[in-house]
Each structure stands twice: as structure tokens, then as C-alpha cells.
């Protein structure tokens, strides 16, 4: 395990921010109290206006906040986006996070953008795509990174690794840590009938820095679908118990983009996660 | 094939309903790195144009209620006969461009006039935060509230009635968007 992983500090249990709960957060309702930490999404800030700024600024005085950003597509086999990588490193300086964090995908090739996180093989080309293109955003943004693994619904032409294997290389060649998304897991492993106990097992859990959870939806034909728009389903809770007691996050947050719910019932979720995480002996 | 011409092909395949015809027929099979995986391309090319019109749907809100089913016609009329647009102000940009596409259509007369109004209603905060201005002022033939209690309460702009406004927008201080006021001139 690299040195500067151990010197991540412990955050907690903590929510991806949406501005609809913007006033309860930064107006600290009582149950506010319950978010030990923030995610932004970077893109919403990158390029932005004065008022949208304001908000990253009241939200910095409550809430270390880490910068989550969607579009820098480091799987790219052509290399990365200048323009977006000097935005973000703005934005990374500006609330200076203990790391920032990006996906294991690819967005954008051929100079046209796809505007979702399409997925790589699992081969040692695109481990060295990674590296090649994360040395490129080390060399403006000094905090550790840290990568999500995303939910597939093709295996791409070209894999010939085991996904545990494929992690494992891309973390190790970019130095960089684990954003192990719960939920994106569970979903890969039930749409593709993978076991969980046996990628557990194979998987480089000594590089998981931060977790995501978010609920899910059930197509007609089974399939689970990451609508990002319902309560946390009890096969998340069960696999996130099970995984805070395998590795050590630092942090997890919970995501939901869809059917937003009132603030306390959001808080609820939260505070079961910080429960989960005491328990395990993650965090206070 | 490289990792960088297979992302390309992908990225294709996925965006171009014309290349993917062309690339899932027999005759180029091996031209073709993602053949196999047919299926999967067209549901990703579905889930690309949904996400984007539910995007659009939600800044163009008063439009979707209004237009109801033609909203998803008319979106992807629009999404077939452009090419998506880029950059990190994209999903405003797509919402701006397609609300340029429906001004075209009230102008043949596809929709009723007042709908232009609430696209302008719509846009102006999109317009103001990609050129970064914080007052923007215009001029509609109705009043926005009207429009906005009228699509909400009964979904259709049957029983509008005109009315000159002076709408001036702003930028708040304090990080909760942009605010208009409108001033009735008759």
C-alpha cells in the first residue's frame, strides 16, 4: 500500500451534494449534523458564474468538501482534455480536498463526447492508457486521486483480464486509490451473474479510500438498473456492511440524482451508514 | 484494432444512427470491433438520447408539461438531425439548440405562438450563465407568470391572452440562481 494512502485522515459518513438541499446543509438544520462531509460534482463549477461559485463558498465553511468530476475521461486512449484538466485543477486548489476523485471510463474519443461514462476492457493497453493519462493530471493537480469503478452493460472488445486483476494494475500504475461504488458493484454482479464473494476476495481492497451507495431500480426482465433514484435497496446495505468490514474507507458517500427525497429522509440513510461504519471500527 | 480506434468506433456506433446501419449490416461484419455486441450498442444509443432529452426535459420544464408526448418527438426530430454538442456547457447548450428547433416549428405553425415565450422564459437563465451576465432583460407578448400558472394548472396555452411584459432578469447574491421580475406595459 502506497505511503500517502495511510495519510488520508477519516471523513465519515457523508452525501453528494444537490442544491435542493442546499438550505438545509448550509442553513445547518439540525440534522445537517448527521453529514460529516460533502461531494460536489466538479462540472457544475467548472466555467461557472459568480452566484454558483458562492454556494462552493458557503458550503466550504460547513463541510470539507471533495470534488468529484465526470468528464475528464481518463480512459481516453487519445489523451486528456488541457482545457477541462487546468479547470479542474482550479477547482481542486480552490477547496484544496484531502483528494479528488474520477471514474475508470472513458467519455469522449474522436473528438466527439458521449455524455456518459462508457467502460474499457480490461486490458494492459488500457491500464497504460490510465497511467499515461493520470501522470498527465498529477502533473497539475498535487492531491491523490482516487478512481470509481462504474456498472458495464457491455464487456468491451479487447478485455483478457479478470476486472479484479485490470483494478489492481490501474491502481498500482497510476498510484492512485479506490472510490469502490457499492452499488455500481452489486449491479455489474447481478446483470453479469458474477459472484461478490469471489471479486471480494481477488480484488485490491487495501486501495479503497472512499465508497459511494446510492439505490437502484429493477427492470420488468430483473435486470437492476443505476437510475440513482431510490432508497437504499437492503442487498446495498448488506453489501456495504460487508465490504466495511473487508476494507478501510476513509469516507462514503451517498449519491441520488433521481426523485430527490426531503432532507431528513436522506439524513436517515446517512446516518445508518454512520452506524454501519462505527460498528465496523471505520470512523466515529 | 488499437484501444483508440475502438473507443472511436464506439463512440460512433453509439452517437450516429447512420453508422450504425451501415456498421451492424453482414456485408462489413469485419469492420466492425462491437458485431457481436449489437444488442448492447443500440440499448447504450437509446440510454444516450434519453438522458439527454431528460436533461433538456428538466431545464425546459414548462415546455415538456406543454408539449407532453410531441416533446419526445420533436426531441428526437432534433437529436437525429444534429450533432450533440460539447464541452463542459453541453446539456445547456443542447437545451438552447433545441429550443431554437421548436421556435422554428411555432414558426410554421406547429405550436401556438406563446410557446416562444416560454422558451425565452426557459433559456434566459442558460444563456446568462454560459456568457456569464448578471442583469439580461426582454420583452414578451405575455406575462410569465400567466404562462407558468396556465402549462401548470391546465397543461395548454388555449386561454393565454396577450399582454406586453418588460421582464428583467438577475443574478442573486446569494448562491440561489437567477430571479426575474416582470413589468405588464398595457
Not at chain 1, 427525497?261 to 471500527?281: H, S, Y
Not at chain 2, 466492425?32 to 439527454?52: D, G, H, M, P
Not at chain 2, 438552447?96 to 415565450?117: I, K
Request: charged share 25%; with cysteine.
Amino acid at each position: 500500500m502506497p505511503a500517502w494512502l495511510g495519510g488520508i485522515p477519516v471523513l465519515g459518513s457523508g452525501l453528494g451534494f444537490r442544491p435542493p438541499w442546499r438550505d438545509s446543509l448550509i442553513g445547518r438544520d439540525a440534522q445537517a449534523s448527521k453529514v460529516d462531509f460533502l461531494e460536489i460534482t466538479a462540472d457544475h463549477y467548472l466555467d461557472a458564474p459568480r452566484w454558483k461559485l458562492a454556494e462552493l463558498t458557503a458550503l466550504r465553511e460547513h463541510f470539507t468538501l471533495i470534488p468529484h468530476a465526470l468528464d475528464l475521461s481518463l480512459g481516453t486512449a487519445e489523451g486528456i482534455d488541457q482545457g477541462y484538466l487546468d479547470k479542474l485543477a482550479e477547482l481542486v486548489e480552490y477547496l484544496d480536498p484531502p483528494y479528488w476523485s474520477e471514474h475508470l471510463a472513458f467519455t469522449k474519443a474522436g473528438g466527439r463526447e458521449l455524455g456518459h461514462l462508457a467502460p474499457l476492457p480490461f486490458s494492459n493497453e488500457a491500464v497504460d492508457v490510465v497511467a499515461r493519462n493520470v501522470e498527465m493530471a498529477k502533473r497539475v493537480i498535487a492531491q491523490p486521486l482516487i478512481l470509481e469503478n462504474i456498472t458495464c452493460d457491455l464487456t468491451m472488445p479487447g478485455s483478457h483480464l479478470p476486472e479484479t486483476v485490470f483494478l489492481g494494475e490501474v491502481f498500482a500504475a497510476a498510484d492512485c486509490g479506490w472510490l469502490l461504488d457499492v452499488t455500481n458493484l452489486l449491479i455489474n454482479s447481478r446483470n453479469h451473474d458474477r459472484s461478490i464473494g469471489a471479486f471480494l476476495d481477488e480484488a485490491p481492497l487495501e486501495r479503497v479510500v472512499q465508497l459511494h451507495y446510492v439505490g437502484f431500480a429493477r427492470s420488468s426482465s430483473g435486470r437492476l438498473i443505476d437510475n440513482h433514484g431510490a432508497r437504499i435497496n437492503d442487498e446495498v446495505w448488506d453489501l456495504m456492511e460487508l465490504i466495511l468490514q473487508r476494507a478501510s474507507p476513509r469516507g462514503a458517500i451517498l449519491e441520488r440524482d433521481q426523485n430527490l427525497p426531503e432532507f431528513g429522509e436522506i439524513m436517515g440513510e446517512v446516518g445508518k451508514t454512520r452506524q454501519l461504519g462505527r460498528e465496523a471500527g471505520r470512523w466515529n | 484494432m488499437e484501444l483508440r480506434e475502438s473507443q472511436q468506433q464506439f463512440v460512433r456506433l453509439a452517437l450516429d444512427s447512420s453508422c450504425r446501419e451501415r456498421l451492424f449490416t453482414e456485408q462489413v461484419k469485419e469492420e466492425n470491433l462491437f458485431y457481436s455486441v449489437e444488442a448492447e450498442i443500440r440499448a447504450t444509443a437509446r440510454s444516450l438520447i434519453s438522458k439527454r432529452m431528460g436533461i433538456v426535459g428538466n431545464t425546459l420544464a414548462l415546455t415538456r408539461t406543454l408539449l407532453g408526448a410531441d416533446f419526445t418527438e420533436k426531441f428526437h426530430e432534433y437529436a437525429r438531425n444534429s450533432k450533440e454538442p460539447h464541452g463542459i456547457n453541453r446539456h445547456r447548450l443542447d437545451s438552447v439548440r433545441f429550443s431554437q428547433y421548436l421556435a422554428r416549428e411555432v414558426q410554421a405553425g406547429e405550436f401556438p405562438r406563446a410557446l416562444r415565450d416560454v422558451l425565452t422564459h426557459e433559456t434566459i437563465p442558460l444563456q446568462m450563465w454560459m456568457k456569464k451576465k448578471r442583469l439580461a432583460t426582454r420583452f414578451y407578448r405575455h406575462d410569465p407568470g400567466s404562462l407558468q400558472h396556465l402549462v401548470r394548472t391546465t397543461g395548454s396555452l388555449d386561454n393565454v391572452t396577450t399582454c406586453l411584459t418588460f421582464v428583467i432578469w438577475r443574478e442573486s447574491r446569494n448562491g440561489q440562481g437567477y430571479h426575474w421580475s416582470a413589468f405588464p406595459l398595457i
